[in-house]
């Protein structure tokens, strides 16, 4: 069973610093695709940034510029390091990750980032 744990949330100080980590388990296969999504309270889950294997990015508008998301396909596990932080990027980020891309959406149990001076 496919597995994915988070880790490197916390409490930041606008415009600082974080960078979060999700390693997969449970498959000897690449995922074909690894990301993150954030949701804010009393806000809908949205999308913060994807990549597939063969690299190409996604991000939210709104990160652009901001976050960089990376991955070591050999393991199986998806980084986002966030720079230069605003309240606005406060919320619960959960890593993502589909083995083909029509497969099961797999999700991380989240990990809270907030961004308060």
């Known amino acids: 069973q496919v597995q994915l744990v988070e880790s490197g949330g916390g409490l930041v100080q606008p415009g600082g610093s974080l960078r979060l980590s999700c390693a997969a388990s449970g498959t000897s296969f690449s995922m074909y695709v690894m990301g993150w999504y954030r949701q804010a309270p009393g806000k809908q889950r949205e999308l913060v940034a994807t990549?597939?294997?063969?690299?190409?990015?996604n991000y939210a508008d709104s990160v652009k510029g901001r976050f960089t998301v990376s991955r070591d396909n050999a393991k199986n596990t998806v980084f986002l390091q966030m720079n230069s932080l605003k309240p606005e990027d406060t919320g619960d980020y959960y890593c993502y990750a589909k083995l083909t891309p029509r497969g099961t959406n797999y999700w991380g149990q989240g990990t809270q980032v907030t961004v308060s001076s």
């Open positions: 990549i597939i294997s063969a690299g190409r990015t």
